[in-house]
Structure formats: structure tokens, C-alpha cells
């Protein structure tokens, strides 16, 4: 269905006898022209004229490579299928609002005819003519528009049968270029999503390996650091609870072992050094003495 209708579209833009190029421009990639022309033996330049005439109402997309040896131009070239979709609806709509015209003209106005010679006249020429043929000189007759009605609307109803078709067709082509379209965008999320997956990754392995170099460098410290500040860290959702039943002895511990563990957090941002280490492993010897005390 398709193909005829691009054969029509080819036919209405360029001639009749061009429209076999039609389906050779219905690929999804450009095609070459000098392949156009050999398939449709003709010359490259019968093959340009078609094309450029199609192409002058927008109906095909061309691309252009350069040969790098010749140092010339080679077209490609594609039909647009929803363009010329759309071309072919007009111009059905126009001939369907010819037929409604004539339809129109032939149902409330009336013709004279010279029967003899077969010619036709409307009103206001008939009159023109007072009714007399200059030609044969016989007296025109009012024609019976019935059979010429009943033709019309038979061709207007199967061109408004042929334009629902294409409007089908129209709406394939549309969804399809939406589905496309689509699709393309969720390449390109999906695109955007992986790369944040690795950047993730990535970051992951670095901070790995710089926790491996900071356990290395602080003799196994920095992990017992890590796991306490963790083991604090969650804490404060179960802390009031706990609080509020706890003794008094229990809340006091508590208050300074968030002392502590705010004092480990600042530090730890900062690059371990061996010195500070020391330096926080004393306060927290000093810390638990106190507690212990308490
Ligand atoms: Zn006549």
C-alpha cells in the first residue's frame, strides 16, 4: 500500500514515467544516485532532474559524500515517507474539493449543449451565445446533468475512500517515528545512566583503594575508627529511647562518647597521619579511663 502511494506522490510530483524511482528511495539509509540511475537505466543526469524535482517539494532528504580521490561530490538520497504522505493528502483534498464543487455547480445551475457538435456551455455563455451554436448553428438543448452527477459522486467517494487510506497510512508512519523517537531517547537516558554507573564504580574503587593505602599506612587503626564512628553513627535513632529509660550514669557515658566520636568524625576527614592517630588514640584512652571512672 505504501509503495503505491509514494508512486502516486513521485508521479504527481515529477511525471508519471518517474514514478519507479519511488521505491528505490524507500530505504532506510540514503541510497547512492549513480546506483539510482543503473537500476533505473537511466543517465546520472535524468536521474538528478527526477530527484531535484521531488526534492523541490521536500519530499526527499539527500546526504553528500566527498570522493577523496576525484574530489567530487556523490549524493545520497531517501524519500521522506510522512512528508510525502502528507503531499498526497493535499492534493487529494484538493481534487475531492473539486469533485464537491462540481457537484455542487452541477446540482443547482444549469448547461446547454450543442448536441451536434458535442460542446458544452454554462448559463451565463449559453446566453452569451443567445443560445446558438457558433459553430454548427444549431440551438443548444438543456442538458441532463444526471448522468454527469452520478459519475461525480462516484469518483468523490472513491477518492474519499483513497484519502482515508493514506490518513491510515499516515498515522502508521507517525507512530512509527514516534516509537523511533522514543527509543532514541532512551538510548540516550540509558546512555547517560551507564556512564553514571561507572563514574559510581569508579568512585567506589578509589575510595577503596585509599582506605586500603590508609589502613596500610596506620597499622590497622583507621578501620577500628571507621567501625566505631559507624557503630555511633547509628545510634541516635534507638539514643532517646534509650535515654529516657536509661539510669543517669548511662546518659552521661553516652554524652561523651558523642563527644568523642564528633572530635573522630572532624579528624577523619583530614589525611590520616600517623601523628594524628596517636594523638586520637591517646584522647580516647583518656575518654574511656573517665568513663570508667564515672
Ligand atoms: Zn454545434
Not at 527526477?50 to 517539494?57: A, C, E, G, Q, V
Request: net charge positive; hydrophobic share 35%; aromatic share 6%.
Amino acid at each position: 500500500m505504501l509503495d503505491k502511494f509514494l508512486k502516486e506522490v513521485v508521479g504527481i510530483a515529477a511525471g508519471k514515467p518517474a514514478e519507479d524511482i519511488a521505491s528505490l528511495l524507500n530505504s532506510k539509509k540514503h541510497v547512492n544516485e549513480f546506483l539510482i540511475a543503473k537500476k533505473l537505466d537511466l543517465t546520472i543526469n535524468q536521474t538528478r532532474n527526477i530527484l531535484y524535482k521531488i526534492s523541490d517539494h521536500g519530499l526527499v532528504s539527500s546526504i553528500r559524500k566527498k570522493d577523496k580521490r576525484k574530489g567530487w561530490y556523490t549524493y545520497f538520497w531517501k524519500i521522506e515517507i510522512l512528508k510525502s504522505l502528507e503531499f498526497l493528502k493535499s492534493a487529494l483534498v484538493n481534487r475531492i474539493d473539486q469533485f464537491q464543487n462540481q457537484i455542487n455547480s452541477r446540482s443547482t445551475k444549469q448547461f446547454y449543449i450543442c448536441k451536434r457538435c458535442n460542446r458544452e456551455f454554462n448559463e451565463e455563455n449559453a446566453l452569451l451565445h443567445d443560445f446558438i451554436c457558433n459553430e454548427c448553428g444549431g440551438i443548444f438543448s438543456l442538458k441532463d446533468n444526471t448522468k454527469d452527477l452520478k459519475d461525480l459522486k462516484r469518483s468523490l467517494d472513491k477518492y474519499e475512500k483513497y484519502l482515508a487510506s493514506v490518513e491510515i497510512e499516515i498515522d502508521k508512519e507517525s507512530l512509527k517515528l514516534d516509537k523511533q523517537k522514543t527509543k532514541m531517547l532512551k538510548q540516550l537516558s540509558d546512555d547517560k545512566l551507564e556512564k553514571r554507573r561507572t563514574k559510581a564504580k569508579e568512585t567506589a574503587a578509589k575510595r577503596k583503594a585509599n582506605k586500603e593505602l590508609a589502613e596500610k599506612s596506620g597499622k590497622k587503626k583507621p578501620a577500628k575508627k571507621v567501625a566505631k564512628k559507624k557503630i555511633v553513627k547509628k545510634k541516635p535513632a534507638t539514643k532517646k529511647k534509650l535515654i529516657k529509660k536509661a539510669v543517669k550514669k548511662n546518659s552521661i557515658k553516652r554524652k561523651i562518647v558523642k563527644k568523642l566520636t564528633k572530635k573522630l568524625t572532624s579528624k577523619k576527614k583530614s589525611v590520616l597521619g600517623k601523628k594524628q592517630i596517636k594523638k586520637t588514640a591517646s584522647k580516647k584512652a583518656v575518654v574511656k579511663k573517665k568513663i570508667k571512672k564515672k
